[in-house]
């Protein structure tokens, strides 16, 4: 069993910087590709941005591409989403999950594991 716990999330103005952070309890974390989700008030879950096992590839939804960074540590067994620029709408609570896969993970459906969500809001 795999637990993931974020971190990181809080009140901030448009245009400013958050980082949050998963940490993984898993002793493969390296056996685990990593995503993170958001899902807004009164929408579905999206896709904001993964991490392949070695941190090599990475690949963002759009609305986030050239605004956030998804990053991992296999030596301390963590995730981190570095975002910048934040706008209203990234106003969201902020999930990471995880999946025992070499490939990317882009879908919701893929995830295997869930962290209990932080929540990131952005006031205009």
């Known amino acids: 069993q795999v637990q993931l716990v974020e971190s990181g999330g809080g009140l901030v103005q448009a245009g400013d910087s958050l980082r949050l952070s998963c940490a993984a309890s898993?002793?493969?974390?390296?056996?685990?590709?990593m995503a993170w989700f958001r899902q807004a008030p009164g929408k579905e879950r999206e896709f904001v941005a993964a991490?392949?096992?070695?941190?090599?590839?990475?690949t963002y939804a759009d609305s986030v591409q050239g605004r956030f960074t998804i990053s991992r540590d296999n030596a301390k067994n963590t995730l981190a989403l570095q975002m910048n620029s934040l706008k209203p709408e990234d106003t969201a609570v902020y999930y990471c999950?995880?999946?025992?896969?070499?490939?990317?993970?882009?879908?919701?459906?893929?995830?295997?594991?869930w962290g209990q969500g932080t929540q990131v809001t952005v006031s205009s």
């Open positions: 999950g995880a999946r025992r896969s070499i490939a990317l993970i882009t879908s919701d459906a893929a995830i295997e594991y």
């Open positions: 991490i392949n096992l070695t941190g090599g590839r990475t």
């Open positions: 898993a002793r493969t974390f390296t056996s685990l590709s």
